[in-house]
């Protein structure tokens, strides 16, 4: 696989703008929430929600195989965004980056901002899509 963001295009930006990829093994790993799957604690905050959804794809991740460094995409649905959220957001990231081994940069990602998500408490959930072979 390879990470790379276009000199046109915005820079710097905490993720690669465009991910190539080749392999027959398509994995996906959706709906991850920031509640740890061992005790069923849910963080407060967005900060620690954003790490342990980042910790739970990691472990959805594992179970077919792949890790971080075959993800080629990601996708984050943040509850009420606005960009005054970033730097809680980015410390989520930030907190896991050595424990998950995350790639620097991320592989290209979305946030968008929703109103609620399935449960009123839940602030983050993470999709990612991996590549392997």
Same mark, same amino acid.
């Given at each position: ?23 027959t093994?398509?994995?996906?790993? /959706? @709906? ?5 799957? &061992?005790?069923?604690? *849910?963080?407060?905050?967005? =900060? #620690? ?12 991740? /594992? @179970? ?5 460094? &075959?993800?080629?995409? *990601?996708?984050?649905?943040? =509850? #009420? ?23 620097q ?14 449960e ?14």
């Open positions: 696989m390879q990470l790379l963001s276009p000199e046109s295009m915005l820079q710097p930006v905490p993720y690669a703008h465009v991910s190539v990829a080749t392999g093994r398509h994995v996906h790993v /959706a @709906g991850q929430i920031g509640r740890d799957p &061992d005790t069923g604690d *849910l963080a407060d905050d967005l =900060t #620690g929600q954003v790490a342990q959804t980042l910790r739970n794809t990691a472990r959805g991740l /594992a @179970g077919a195989g792949a890790t971080f460094a &075959d993800v080629v995409r *990601l996708r984050f649905f943040v =509850t #009420g965004w606005s960009p005054e959220k970033m730097d809680a957001f980015m410390a989520g990231v930030e907190l896991v980056t050595r424990e998950l081994d995350l790639p940069p991320m592989p290209p990602a979305s946030l968008i901002g929703v109103d609620i998500l399935f009123a408490d839940v602030l983050v959930e993470v999709e990612a899509y991996a590549v392997l072979d």
